[in-house]
């Protein structure tokens, strides 16, 4: 396994990492356990609090030159790459300010004796990918850190600098080493990490098949796992949603990032034949008006994709789904200029038995499908093995909502394109993965939730008893 850095606008190598030796990772390992136990779980939650605030404010300090490395490692726009910073950076300073309130006992009504307190369990291994470095890693190491765990990240081998640069802003905010700790490891060394006693909960976003074989190898060690995989939202287009605007959402919702996103409009579903003609002109007419180049240049809307095997990946969708029947309307191959650029696409006329009907399409490809009904709506928008997020446009709004109820994934948004903050839970259903992460709910996958009751000196074995039983 090789980590380095090719720049996609230009195809040329900029840097390579070695891969971290045996020794190396055993004394890693060893390290943050120990710490874990030593120091970090005892340390007070305004203490780790003062930890993340600080690493926030580096973030945001450093927001340019953050964000030129990610730009550098998967080609990402800018623009898009600073607002992933900022958004990394929120999610730091969310759980720094809300973390003291989360870890409160919780009371159980009707028992005053009884609680459940939230403690820490142990080294958390994150494996993450490449298409928002920051944004990811922070989804992971906000919530944990400050419940006290500690972290073990292995970051794609695609983005070695932005891993790096993340390792180093929490060192600088004052992370004890082994708090939070950075390797470019094999998936040999992977899985005896997963193997290894001292690992207690093994996190991963990422694709289908990766999530597949971690929460395996994860379930055999008995431990806790949360997956967030693969995606292909649905983006419906109910008849009376002004056109316009769900053209210019669906746009921004498959396009962002180049269509390298999870929760991308990767299905655009509209129901009426003549509003899906218009539709599609008017799509295709936008997408047209998109500018490949430089990602570090301003004047840029399109991005390369974020590798050599990502282009090609998606390029071999594109051909078999034309092999199969569909139709190209726009796009299809890559782009002649150096880098990893592929045309603007869309796809229609795609039934049922096309390859891509159920596969994720994770690039600047957009299928559009043309329905008669809200109902066929509905049911091509469950037709799939994944189940992450979804799209409801409609003026009805009552209507879009029971729409939205109908949609078999982990978060529906209605007039939007699925985004993410900090507070909002963030996760999926079927092959989607589960768990959750983001809001409270993400700071308690990975904790231990105690019960402890109390009862006074000589109380019954059984049954619940007054605390002042005794006096």
Same mark, same amino acid.
């Given at each position: 396994?090789?980590?380095?850095?090719?720049?996609?606008?230009?195809?040329?190598?900029?840097?390579?990492?070695?891969?971290?030796?045996?020794?190396?990772?055993?004394?890693?390992?060893?390290?943050?356990?120990?710490?874990?136990?030593?120091?970090?779980?005892?340390?007070?939650?305004?203490?780790?609090?003062?930890?993340?605030?600080?690493?926030?404010?580096?973030?945001?300090?450093?927001?340019?030159?953050?964000?030129?490395?990610?730009?550098?490692?998967?080609?990402?726009?800018?623009?898009?790459?600073?607002?992933?910073?900022?958004?990394?950076?929120?999610?730091?300073?969310?759980?720094?300010?809300?973390? *003291?309130?989360?870890?409160?006992?919780?009371?159980?009504?009707?028992?005053?004796?009884?609680?459940?307190?939230?403690?820490?369990?142990?080294?958390?291994?994150?494996?993450?990918?490449?298409?928002?470095?920051?944004?990811?890693?922070?989804?992971?190491?906000?919530?944990?850190?400050?419940?006290?765990?500690?972290?073990?990240?292995?970051?794609?081998?695609?983005?070695?600098? *932005?891993?790096?640069?993340?390792?180093?802003?929490?060192?600088?905010?004052?992370?004890?080493?082994?708090?939070?700790?950075?390797?470019?490891?094999?998936?040999?060394?992977?899985?005896?990490?997963?193997?290894?006693?001292?690992?207690?909960?093994?996190?991963?976003?990422?694709?289908?098949?990766?999530?597949?074989?971690?929460?395996?190898?994860?379930?055999?060690?008995?431990?806790?796992?949360?997956?967030?995989?693969?995606?292909?939202?649905?983006?419906?287009?109910?008849?009376?949603?002004?056109?316009?605007?769900?053209?210019?959402?669906?746009?921004?919702?498959?396009?962002?990032?180049?269509?390298?996103?999870?929760?991308?409009?990767?299905?655009?579903?509209?129901?009426?034949?003549?509003?899906?003609?218009?539709?599609?002109?008017?799509?295709?007419?936008?997408?047209?008006?998109?500018?490949?180049?430089?990602?570090?240049?301003?004047?840029?809307?399109?991005?390369?994709?974020?590798?050599?095997?990502?282009?090609?990946?998606?390029?071999?969708?594109?051909?078999?789904?034309?092999?199969?029947?569909?139709?190209?309307?726009?796009?299809?191959?890559?782009?002649?200029?150096?880098?990893?650029?592929?045309?603007?696409?869309?796809?229609?006329?795609?039934?049922?038995?096309?390859?891509?009907?159920?596969?994720?399409?994770?690039?600047?490809?957009?299928?559009?499908?043309?329905?008669?009904?809200?109902?066929?709506?509905?049911?091509?928008?469950?037709?799939?093995?994944?189940?992450?997020?979804?799209?409801?446009?409609?003026?009805?709004?009552?209507?879009?909502?029971?729409?939205?109820?109908?949609?078999?994934?982990?978060?529906?948004?209605?007039?939007?394109?699925?985004?993410?903050?900090?507070?909002?839970?963030?996760?999926?259903?079927?092959?989607?993965?589960?768990?959750?992460?983001?809001?409270?709910?993400?700071?308690?996958?990975?904790?231990?939730?105690?019960?402890?009751?109390?009862?006074? *000196?000589?109380?019954?074995?059984?049954?619940?008893?007054?605390?002042?039983?005794?006096?």
């Amino acid at each position: 396994m090789i980590y380095q850095t090719i720049n996609p606008a230009t195809g040329k190598l900029i840097k390579t990492f070695p891969t971290i030796s045996n020794g190396e990772l055993e004394e890693a390992i060893s390290r943050a356990h120990s710490i874990y136990k030593d120091d970090w779980r005892q340390r007070p939650v305004v203490e780790r609090a003062r930890i993340l605030a600080r690493a926030a404010a580096i973030m945001q300090e450093r927001a340019d030159e953050l964000a030129r490395i990610v730009t550098e490692d998967m080609g990402k726009l800018l623009l898009v790459a600073t607002m992933e910073v900022s958004i990394a950076a929120g999610i730091l300073d969310y759980y720094a300010k809300n973390a *003291a309130a989360f870890l409160e006992p919780k009371q159980i009504a009707g028992y005053p004796g009884a609680a459940l307190v939230t403690e820490p369990i142990g080294v958390i291994l994150a494996i993450e990918p490449w298409n928002f470095p920051y944004y990811q890693i922070a989804r992971v190491a906000g919530p944990q850190l400050m419940a006290g765990n500690v972290v073990f990240l292995k970051q794609a081998e695609s983005v070695p600098q *932005a891993a790096l640069a993340f390792e180093q802003v929490l060192r600088e905010a004052g992370a004890p080493e082994g708090a939070y700790t950075n390797i470019f490891a094999s998936h040999e060394q992977i899985s005896h990490l997963i193997a290894d006693q001292r690992v207690a909960g093994v996190t991963l976003t990422g694709s289908e098949r990766a999530g597949s074989a971690i929460a395996e190898q994860a379930g055999r060690h008995l431990k806790k796992v949360v997956m967030e995989l693969g995606g292909s939202d649905a983006f419906i287009v109910l008849p009376d949603a002004p056109l316009d605007h769900a053209v210019e959402s669906a746009v921004f919702g498959r396009m962002f990032n180049c269509g390298q996103s999870c929760i991308a409009s990767k299905r655009i579903i509209v129901v009426g034949k003549d509003r899906g003609a218009a539709f599609v002109e008017k799509y295709i007419e936008q997408v047209k008006a998109l500018k490949a180049g430089d990602p570090l240049d301003p004047a840029t809307s399109f991005p390369p994709m974020s590798s050599e095997r990502a282009m090609n990946t998606i390029l071999e969708q594109v051909a078999a789904a034309k092999a199969a029947g569909a139709d190209v309307l726009l796009g299809g191959n890559r782009i002649d200029r150096p880098g990893f650029f592929v045309e603007p696409t869309v796809i229609t006329n795609i039934d049922g038995s096309n390859p891509v009907y159920r596969q994720e399409l994770f690039g600047p490809v957009a299928t559009i499908y043309v329905v008669d009904s809200e109902d066929e709506a509905v049911r091509i928008a469950n037709d799939t093995p994944y189940g992450l997020g979804g799209s409801v446009y409609g003026a009805d709004l009552d209507r879009a909502r029971r729409v939205a109820a109908r949609i078999e994934s982990g978060m529906v948004f209605i007039n939007q394109p699925v985004w993410t903050a900090p507070e909002m839970p963030f996760g999926g259903v079927k092959n989607s993965g589960f768990g959750r992460e983001s809001s409270e709910m993400g700071f308690g996958e990975f904790v231990n939730h105690k019960l402890i009751h109390l009862a006074p *000196a000589g109380a019954p074995v059984w049954g619940e008893v007054p605390l002042d039983a005794n006096k």
